[in-house]
């Protein structure tokens, strides 16, 4: 039943296509549509060949492992699945900006001792090269307590 239907459709369709009249185009309408077919015939990038896929493959594999060796280089080999690059000028910018990340990074995870960030009043009267504090300090830490 499904058959006919379809079968029926089709028929509409082609009783429509040959009701038509024919048109008829000048001449010169026929040249300019002509002229610009072949023009944008020329624009259409021609298939690659299999040498030229090949060769785009090999290229694309070759800066690949570029990417990666640069990467290893600079220890920055663990953000290789997040790096992905075009062309050369960008793989070293992107170089860049991940250095001053780890370099910045490693900066606020450094060991800071927390001894060393107070001044004692030795160290205070060291400074300024005063005997009698430093005396008094030590005199103070011995006695003091």
């Known amino acids: 039943m499904e058959e006919v239907v379809h079968e029926t459709i089709t028929n509409e369709q082609d009783e429509q296509v040959n009701d038509t009249p024919a048109e008829t185009v000048l001449k010169v309408d ?3 549509l ?9 624009q259409v990038p021609k298939p690659l060949t299999d040498a030229e896929i090949n060769l785009k493959k090999r ?11 640069t990467l290893k280089e600079n220890d920055l080999e663990l953000f290789a699945p997040l790096l992905k690059v075009t062309d050369e000028k960008e ?6 900006i991940l250095k ?14 927390k001894e060393s960030t107070s001044i004692t009043q030795y160290e205070e009267a060291s ?11 030590k005199l103070h830490g011995l006695f003091g307590k």
């Open 30 to 32: 026929y040249d300019a």
């Open 34 to 42: 002509v002229t610009k077919v072949e023009e944008l015939e020329g």
């Open 59 to 69: 290229e694309d594999e070759l800066f690949n492992k570029e990417v990666n060796l």
């Open 91 to 96: 793989l070293a910018q992107s170089i860049v």
């Open 100 to 113: 001053e990340i780890v370099n910045q990074m490693k900066v606020q995870s450094g060991y800071i001792p």
């Open 127 to 137: 400074q300024k090269k005063d005997v009698a504090g430093m005396i008094g300090a």
